[in-house]
């Protein structure tokens, strides 16, 4: 997927493995990484417009899997976000 999308290409340190093993420990992980990884080149967010790009350690992290599927990352989704927000006044 890396190469097709032009995504870094990720070598599998011992650092890499550790977190890959871990999630393979989690159910939700092994349920939806592939579908997660399919969603990355759709969005623009993910793929670098604003900056960054995803990479294999924030992939590895605990919750990036589950955002993905649940469609944080989708561009509807990003762009209602951005025109919707407001700031609030916290008092400090």
Excluded at 15 to 20: A, E, F, G, I, V
Excluded at 54 to 78: C, H, M, P, Q, R
Aim: no cysteine; glycine share 4%; proline share 2%.
């Amino acid at each position: 997927m890396a190469k097709k999308t032009k995504l870094p290409t990720a070598t599998l340190t011992k650092k890499r493995m550790t977190l890959l093993n871990a999630r393979t420990k989690e159910a939700t992980f092994i349920e939806n990484w592939k579908s997660a990884l399919q969603k990355i080149p759709a969005s623009e967010f993910l793929m670098g417009k604003s900056g960054w790009r995803a990479n294999i350690d924030w992939f590895l992290s605990t919750d990036a899997v589950v955002k993905i599927v649940e469609g944080k990352y989708d561009n509807a989704k990003l762009k209602y976000e951005s025109e919707n927000s407001e700031e609030y006044d916290v008092g400090f």
